[in-house]
């Protein structure tokens, strides 16, 4: 009798070790790559996107659609947004929010991790789920600096949001601020003038 239940209690313990996976197998490795991005567990993060046919750098969080672009981005995270792009790292994806990481370096005034995630191709233009563009976030914010950028890098001051309104529609309700229909009016003839110059074709001599 004795020996039975033992049996019996040997064969129950080995089913739930079965059906019970491993804290390894619980998660997948996207989860613990944004884990480990979060975690500020830099060696873990590097390890992983060094890995060869690594393709984890896009991963997105279930719950969030955040990336790990979005997540260093936030926190102001200069030198591991440059590195997250170095491997790949696909500046356009939006989390459930439509937020895209240029998004949230505009809201954050960090001209230059916003201009770095440009140069890497980022869409100047993007919207929100408000339709909200990173220019009209920074003429919300008057900062000067970033609209500047964003200008120069071809931001259009006439894209509009979910209300009608569009970036010269915002600096112009804010006639306090001066310097900011400036900046708008400069790159107007910034583009003037690039379509009225000459094209050439050829090499410098």
């Known amino acids: 009798m004795a020996r039975a239940l033992f049996r019996n209690a ?6 739930a070790a079965i059906a019970t996976p491993a804290p390894a ?4 490795d996207g989860y613990e790559f944004l884990k480990a991005v979060r975690d500020r567990d830099g060696q873990k993060v590097t390890d992983t996107l060094n890995e060869p046919g690594a393709t984890i750098v ?3 969080d279930k719950a969030t659609g955040e990336t790990a672009l979005h997540i260093v981005t936030s926190r102001r995270e200069t030198v591991w947004v440059r590195f ?3 491997k790949g790292a696909n500046p356009n994806i939006a989390d459930r929010d439509g937020t895209t990481p240029l998004m949230i370096a505009t ?3 960090e001209v230059e991790a916003a ?3 440009i140069k890497r191709g980022a869409k100047v233009d993007v919207s929100n789920a408000t339709g909200e563009t990173p220019l009209i976030a920074a003429i919300h914010r008057r900062d000067l600096p970033m609209i500047k950028m964003l200008l120069e890098h071809g931001a259009n001051p006439d894209k509009s949001d979910n ?3 569009n970036a010269r529609d915002y600096a112009g309700l804010m006639n306090s601020n001066e310097q900011l ?3 708008l009016e400069t790159a107007d003839t910034a583009r003037e003038a690039a379509v009225r110059a000459p094209q050439t074709y050829g090499p410098d001599l």
Not at 25 to 28: A, E, L, N, R, Y
């Open 10 to 15: 040997l064969i129950a313990a080995s089913l």
């Open 115 to 117: 201009e770095i995630l």
């Open 84 to 86: 997250l792009l170095q």
């Open 25 to 28: 197998q619980i998660f997948s």
């Open 58 to 60: 896009n991963t997105r």
């Open 163 to 165: 209300s009608g309104r």
């Open 181 to 183: 229909i400036d900046a």
């Open 107 to 109: 809201g954050l005034g």
